[in-house]
């Protein structure tokens, strides 16, 4: 397809409700929007370990009109195997690069609670997310590179869209993991299982709750 063929298909591309729950999901979690234009178009790129490529493959399928070189395959230095893909740049993205950077830094928006949902909440926990023990029987998402304030901010969104109460706890000084309280766990998995359940590079996350 050539340059001007390109200019004139991205230009049919909208994003279904769908694809935003999904964008929102994967930029709380591994996926991230560049710009090479100031901010003008983003691209979505979405990268993950090659174990979960039946998940890669399921993002990737949900996007496909929006990409134009299908998906990729690399080795990092630490020798593991990733699968990822690339988006057309885009206008279409520009409101989430608007609301999840500042200055290039990744943020959680004010705006959470509007835009967090279900699926959303589910795809977000494949990306980050894990089951703490059998012991503790609860669920984790680590938020290594949010503030505070932001994981405040979405911690009020869990609570207000779907019930869930959580607690920050520090990790090695520095960093923040989200843990979803005990009492809200069973109320969690019936919200994200319907999405993990796709997947069985997903299932070694979902644990047991049984007592």
């Known amino acids: 397809m050539n340059t001007k063929k390109i200019r004139d298909y991205k230009k049919t591309l909208i994003l279904t409700d769908l694809q935003r729950s999904i964008l929102v999901g ?6 991230h929007l560049e710009t090479q234009d100031n901010g003008k178009t ?21 996007f496909k009109e929006w990409v ?6 690399r080795v990092k230095k630490n020798d593991k195997e990733y699968v990822l893909f690339n988006t057309y740049s885009h206008g279409a993205f520009r409101f989430y ?15 959470i609670n509007k835009l967090l949902d ?5 795809i977000w926990y494949m990306d980050d997310g894990s089951w703490k023990s059998n012991h503790h029987k609860t669920f ?4 290594v590179g949010f503030v505070r304030k932001d994981l405040e901010r979405v911690q009020n969104a869990l609570k207000k869209n779907f019930g869930i109460e959580t607690s920050l706890h520090k990790q090695k000084e520095k960093y923040w993991r989200l843990y979803i309280k005990s009492e809200s766990a069973e109320l969690f998995r019936k919200i994200i299982e319907p999405y993990t359940s796709k997947f069985p590079s ?8 049984i007592a």
């Open 202 to 209: 997903m299932q070694n996350k979902m644990g047991n709750i």
């Open 140 to 143: 984790i998402i680590h938020t």
């Open 42 to 62: 983003y691209r979505l790129k979405i990268e993950h370990q090659l174990l979960q490529k039946d998940y890669l493959e399921w993002l990737h399928n949900q």
């Open 97 to 111: 690069g608007q609301q999840f950077y500042v200055n290039r830094k990744k943020i959680i928006p004010k705006l």
């Open 26 to 31: 994967t930029l709380l979690g591994d996926g």
């Open 68 to 73: 134009g070189n299908g998906i990729k395959h």
């Open 118 to 122: 279900p699926i959303a909440l589910a």
